[in-house]
């Protein structure tokens, strides 16, 4: 990879002009004016997208599936074969991003790169990918806390087995809602706050994986051999299925589910200084310490799995939450009580607190910017900036959105398992189309910017492009034979049915009237 000064001249705009910041004379050279403050650092870019991933939140409420599928050796290796693919997806689309780094981010570099006669069609279609994406992100990640709230209630007033409370499904919703309208409230304050509490999750992230992987297995009066933490294969995943093959594919899906949400450095490079390098910094770094950090949970807390067919059992104190049911065994084994193991869960649950709230702020940046090229309907309300340049009713419309996108789960868990698959599959698919479009129609006249591939671009442009059409396949297949109604996995009806709607709307609407993105940069 190399850096270089980026072309951004012309005698209108000029790095000089705007204070040495190649960032901003870049966006104004792609034909915008800076409406948001650009107050981050590269440190706070980089928080953002760290924050979203969070190995805290996306390994410990997918840890399920990793030990039923492959357990401890697909969770060890296959971490890095997801973090290995997941680094080339992340590069590419850094080396995009530093070509032209606006909040649109993936629906913007699809217009670019597309060339003229597709620009409208590829932005309207990367953008709504993007966004929802996004949404069900936000949905999954505000979800899951509080279910871990409600385990954690659970675990508090005595456990499964000793008459613990058990929230039902409809206070479960109800904590959903309340984390939303906190991450709404907060995502109100001043582009300087959200910078603050970024940074702040980002070292809490990091501090608690250090914290976890030490403690548990530190304080577990039975530790598992490093033979079984790095071998041991489980087969018996109660669902059917035989191949070992098969099973590692599916164990896959926690790894590559919490490396995640990188694209918001991104969406936030018209807050961030010299956003052309920090920008694609943001999402390498984030990535890259995520591997690093979230193999070193993995392997600590597998450290204290004994009995892995009693951790995923519904019948054990956790009521089957096995990463919970972990920290409460080590604990309560050494003290008596389980009290530690639930300040553990508690640290957990800031970590995710703080991953939703990062999600909201990337989530509000894509539909403010959506909404600036006429994409969205009422796209005038949404794009408001308010004094503090904040796009505040795009705050409320994201959190809204998720709060709607979680109401299938009061009548089925299915319904609402189907509508958050998307948080994965739809997220890569809008990562992987600019990046295809910028080894196809653009491989002759892509200009990189300050962070570029060099001759590799295209090479790494075309691994990461496969790799996300080989998850897509992969994480639609049946996880329960055989399938039935109640078992099917609906990830492909889910992620289909949003490419039909949206398809559909740019057919007999959207054509007729969108035009791409927009500038707005005056005379």
């Known amino acids: 990879m190399t850096w270089n000064k980026p072309p951004v001249g012309g005698a209108a705009v000029t790095a000089v002009d705007v204070g040495e910041d190649t960032g901003l004379a870049r966006l104004q050279e792609l034909g915008y004016k800076q409406e948001l403050k650009r107050d981050l650092s590269v440190l706070s870019n980089f928080a953002f997208s760290f924050s ?28 890095f074969v997801a973090g290995a693919f997941t680094m080339t997806v992340g590069l590419s689309m850094a080396e995009i991003c530093s070509s032209f780094p606006t909040s649109g981010g993936l629906y913007y570099w699809s217009a670019r790169l597309s060339g003229k006669r597709w620009a409208p069609f590829a932005s309207w279609i990367t953008g709504w990918f993007n966004i929802v994406g ?7 990640v505000d979800y899951s806390l509080a279910q871990l709230i409600q385990v954690i209630i659970l675990l508090g007033t005595g456990g499964k087995n000793g008459g613990g409370y058990l929230a039902s499904k409809y206070v479960v919703i109800a904590f959903h809602a309340a984390i939303l309208l906190s991450h709404a409230v907060i995502n109100s304050l001043p582009i300087t706050v959200l910078s603050f509490f970024g940074q702040f999750a980002a070292a809490w992230n990091m501090l608690g994986v250090f914290v976890l992987m030490i403690a548990v297995p530190t304080v577990a009066t039975e530790r598992a051999s490093a033979e079984f933490v790095f ?44 956003a052309d390098k920090n920008g694609p910094i943001g999402i390498i770094s984030a990535i890259g310490i995520s591997i690093v950090v979230g193999w070193g949970y993995i392997l600590g807390i597998t450290f204290a799995v004994k009995d892995i067919p009693y951790l995923l059992s519904p019948d054990n ?33 800031v970590a995710i607190y703080f991953c939703g709230m990062s999600s909201v702020t990337s989530n509000s940046r894509m539909a403010y910017a959506f909404s600036r090229d006429g994409a969205m309907p009422f796209s005038s309300v949404w794009h408001k900036v308010n ?5 505040i009713n795009a705050v409320w419309l994201s959190v809204s959105v998720a709060l709607c996108m979680a109401l299938p789960s009061l009548g089925s868990l299915v319904a609402f398992q189907a509508m958050v698959s998307i948080a994965t599959i739809g997220l ?62 609906y990830t492909a009806v889910a992620v289909g049915g949003l490419f039909f709607l949206v398809l559909s709307s740019w057919v007999l609407s959207a054509r007729h009237w969108f035009k791409g993105p927009v500038t707005n940069l005056d005379g």
Not at 134 to 140: E, G, L
Not at 387 to 391: G, L
Not at 428 to 444: E, G, H, M
Request: glycine share 12%.
């Open 428 to 489: 890569y698919i809008s990562y992987a189309l600019p990046i295809l479009f910028r080894v196809t129609l653009a491989r002759k006249h892509f200009s990189p910017g300050p962070f570029n591939l060099g001759r590799y671009g295209a090479l790494v442009g075309w691994v990461a492009v496969l790799w996300v059409a080989t998850i897509t396949v992969l994480f639609s297949l049946p996880v329960t034979y055989p399938v039935t109604k109640d078992t099917l996995n």
């Open 317 to 349: 104190d956790a009521g089957g939450y096995a990463i919970a049911e972990v920290f409460y065994l080590a604990f309560k084994s050494r003290y008596g009580s389980g009290a530690g193991g639930i300040v553990c869960l508690g640290i957990v649950a």
């Open 387 to 391: 004094k503090q340049e904040v796009p």
């Open 231 to 274: 071998t041991h294969f489980n087969t018996d995943n109660g669902a059917g299925i035989h191949s070992n093959f098969y099973i590692f594919v599916l164990g896959l899906l926690m790894s590559q589910y919490t490396l995640t949400g990188y694209d918001a450095s991104a969406h936030m490079t018209e807050e961030t200084k010299n």
């Open 52 to 79: 979203i991933i969070s190995v805290l939140t996306g390994i410990t409420t997918l840890y399920n599936t990793g030990l039923t599928f492959g357990g401890p050796a697909t969770m060890t290796f296959g971490w």
């Open 134 to 140: 996004q949404w069900a992100v936000t949905t999954s």
